[in-house]
C-alpha cells in the first residue's frame, strides 16, 4: 500500500508492505501501519461505520470513504494507492482541513418539528422515515 506522506507544503507516496486478513478494510490496514511502521501517519476517522465521513480519502485516485473499502475489492498484490482529498487542503498526511463543512452547517436552519395534531399526537409521514434511512 502506498500511503501519501506530508503536509501543505508538499510531500510524497511512501510504500509500506502490510499483510490484510480477510473482512479488512482499507481503514483497518492504515490502522495497522501506524501501529507497526508509522505511528506519527496522521488519518481521521471517527464512526467506522460510513456514516461521519471522516475517513474520506482517495483510494486509488478516487474518492472513497476507507470504512467502507473492504480490501478484498482489489487483486492479491495490487498496489493500492491513498492520498488525502483532493477537495480539501492537507493538514498533514491524509488529514484535510474541512472547517469549510463546519462553517457551511453553521448556515442550515435547526431542525423544528411539526406542530402537534389536534389530538396532540405528531404524526410521522413514510417519506420521513425513509429519509431517515438515506
Not at 506522506?5 to 483497518?28: I, Y
Not at 480490501?71 to 492479491?76: G, K, L, R, S
Request: charged share 25%.
Amino acid at each position: 500500500m502506498k500511503v501519501w506522506r506530508g503536509d501543505d507544503t508538499g510531500g510524497t507516496f511512501v510504500e509500506f508492505a502490510v499483510p490484510s486478513d480477510p473482512g479488512m478494510v482499507v481503514l483497518d490496514v492504515v490502522h495497522r501501519i501506524q501501529a507497526t511502521q508509522a505511528p506519527d501517519l496522521a488519518v481521521r476517522w471517527n464512526c467506522k461505520a460510513g456514516k461521519c465521513g471522516s475517513c474520506s480519502a482517495e483510494i486509488n485516485g478516487h474518492p472513497k470513504l476507507m470504512c467502507m473499502t473492504r480490501m478484498n475489492e482489489f487483486a492479491p498484490g495490487e498496489v493500492i494507492t491513498v492520498s488525502p482529498v483532493k477537495t480539501f487542503p492537507v493538514i498533514k498526511d491524509l488529514v484535510t482541513d474541512v472547517s469549510f463543512n463546519y462553517e457551511k452547517a453553521k448556515t442550515v436552519p435547526a431542525f423544528k418539528p411539526k406542530p402537534k395534531e389536534a389530538d396532540g399526537t405528531r404524526r410521522m409521514y413514510q417519506e420521513d422515515v425513509d429519509r431517515v434511512q438515506e
